[in-house]
């Protein structure tokens, strides 16, 4: 599995919400600025995280877009879902039914299986509120 840049992005634009969320709807031109990402880009970010409820986008000169919850609300697998769609090391896990013809006799399946439920536990371990307040910080899993 490899998070696109979209992803990276939607994560860096969600915590740069978070951390400045008491000025409260933020532009897109500042969000830009300081996490030095194209408004074009940012754009076809807050789209799908709109529309999944994630953040809400308000119009006119005081608009902007903010955080519908709170950031402890949030958790990284949540919103790299939204944008990148299923979490999954191999393609047969990204659906809640395994379809693969042959899954029954799969030498390497529960070592996927494994290895995906890792992945999720770690990206549902860390919250926004977890990410908006990182700097340098140990991994640990």
Known sequence: MKISTKGRYALRLMIDLAQNREQGNISLKDVSKR?????????????????????RSIRGS?????????PEEY???????????????VSCL????NLCSRYSSCATIKFYEGLNQV??????KYTLADLAEMRNWDYVI
């Open 119 to 124: 992945i999720i536990d770690y990206l549902e």
């Open 75 to 89: 958790t990284a697998k949540e919103i790299l879902t939204v944008v990148e769609g299923p979490i999954a090391c």
């Open 35 to 55: 996490q030095e990402i194209s408004i074009k880009y940012l754009e076809q970010i807050v789209s799908p995280l709109t529309k999944a409820g994630l953040i």
């Open 94 to 97: 990204e659906t809640e039914e």
């Open 62 to 70: 005081q608009g902007g877009y903010s955080l519908i919850r709170n």
